[in-house]
């Protein structure tokens, strides 16, 4: 049998030849084509810190606001994010901070965790820094714990207490290096959520995040892919990091990678960064379709490291498989390390034999409140709502996961590959299972579980 190419990434190794070429309604979703309005990342750095949005140059306000012995802090994700904009923006940051008289022990790196807890120091080195700034610059490293170390500095126009690491409140200026993405509820990731989660206290997040839930929907309608408008996670972090602005200069340098590399550049204001990265991101992270798939098989390569993250691939997927029971999810996620979240397997197993509506409910009035919140409660509902439309068992993740466990808590079908390369083997075999039942299926193939597919003639059950 012959097979077409579709390759997906199973964590660093590529899986090729699954889906027989006799399979004619097959679509790899990619964005049309955008070209950045650059070629040399670092010209189109020094333009945009030369002429920022809403700001004065980057030099003027270093130059203005810093003291000696008075510290920056540069803003960075942790080690669940690509940073591919961290590793080539600090190379290029440091030493230009360093030429405006800035001292090296007045710098320093904040990894704005939020609640994920801290980094080992190699996934500092490996996943966030990289090998030569980390080496340079490793005893000016610092991480946020929201558990400690935070001060209460008022509310929100919604109520949330705004609690910010005094390391941050201390500082003379905020560097913020942001890579804005779509978030599944926030709706725009990156600019403000370095802030918060990124560097707020434990009870910001636990009152700022239940405000996506619905009891019957799961979440909001407004709390989506891409949306910002009326979303009220969003504008609660906007209103946070406005509030913070008042106190502390802030500037923000922000991308957007696209296929591993930096596309976008701007800098300046936060606030005004995170709407101007609206309109780019609208061209490169939403696909268009007439139809759903009868099946959509995804990878969040390798940042499927654990259940809870890989998570983004099932929601990703979601938006594009038909939403009458009958479509079929494929994840393929190593998860090496497992679930990734405590808060996620405690809420899930406390819903084993409910109906899933009921079970929809039940996680949201017990596990997502303003008091029992935690991060990682959310992806219950997430899932919960997502198995209102695609049936239990109809999720299938091709992962290092115990299958019966999967079956049994999370209600998805585990499939264990003998290793990484006979993972063709097992969606070769799934693939002729699905044919036996839908011999003409319309398949998307999804390596970007960034992407928000959005159907125009969506089915779902009558």
């Known amino acids: 049998m012959s097979y077409q190419k579709t390759p997906l990434k199973y964590g660093t190794v590529t899986i090729d030849e699954f889906i027989p ?31 920022p949005l809403g700001s004065k140059s980057f030099d003027e306000v270093v130059k203005k606001v810093y003291t000696k012995g008075k510290r920056i802090v540069i803003l960075v994700d942790d080690n669940t994010r690509p940073n591919i904009h961290t590793r080539a923006l600090l190379p290029l940051l440091t030493p230009r901070l360093l030429g405006l008289g800035v001292r090296k022990e007045d710098i320093a790196i904040m990894i704005s965790s939020g609640t994920h807890g801290p980094p080992k120091p190699e996934a500092i080195e490996n996943k966030v820094l990289g090998s030569e700034i980390y080496r340079d610059w490793k005893a000016n490293v610092l991480t946020h714990d929201p558990d400690s170390g935070n001060r209460d500095v008022g509310k929100t126009k919604m109520g949330t207490p705004i609690l910010i690491d005094q390391k941050v409140l201390d500082s003379s200026l905020i560097i913020v290096l942001s890579d804005s993405e779509y978030h599944y509820f926030a709706g725009q990731a990156g600019t403000v959520k370095l802030f918060c989660p990124g560097v707020a206290g434990r009870e910001t997040v636990r009152i700022n995040h239940p405000r996506m839930f619905d009891l019957e929907k799961g979440f909001k309608p407004e709390c989506r892919l891409g949306n910002t408008e009326g979303n009220p996670v969003i504008q609660d972090m906007i209103d946070i990091t406005r509030q913070m602005a008042a106190r502390i200069p802030i500037f923000c340098i922000d991308t957007i990678v696209n296929q591993g590399k930096i596309v976008y550049v701007q800098a300046g204001d936060i606030i005004e960064c995170h709407k101007a990265a609206s309109a780019p991101l609208r061209k490169l992270r939403v696909v268009d379709v007439d139809d759903p798939a009868d099946i959509v098989f995804v990878s969040v390569g390798d940042l499927g490291l654990n259940l809870y993250q890989a998570g983004k691939g099932i929601h990703a997927a979601w938006n594009g498989v038909r939403h009458d029971l009958k479509g079929w999810i494929v994840l393929l996620a190593p998860c090496q390390e497992g679930i990734g979240s405590p808060a996620y397997e405690e809420s899930i197993r406390a819903t084993i034999g409910m109906k899933v509506k009921d079970a929809l409910k039940y996680s949201i009035e017990n596990y997502c409140s303003e008091k029992t919140f935690k991060i990682g409660n959310q992806k219950v509902p997430d899932l919960f709502r997502i198995l209102l439309n695609v049936a239990e068992g109809n999720i299938k993740i091709v992962s290092q996961l115990d299958p019966k466990m999967l079956c049994d808590v999370y209600r998805m079908e585990g499939l264990n590959p003998r290793n990484p390369a006979d993972a063709q083997r097992v969606l070769r075999e799934l693939m002729q299972r699905f044919l036996k039942e839908n011999p003409d299926p319309r398949i998307f193939i999804l390596d970007d579980a960034g992407l928000y597919i959005s159907v125009k003639r969506q089915i779902v059950k009558k």
């Open 21 to 51: 070429s006799s399979v004619k309604k097959l679509t790899i979703l990619r964005v049309a084509g955008f070209k950045p309005d650059f070629t040399d990342f670092k010209a189109r750095l020094d333009q945009v810190l030369a002429k």
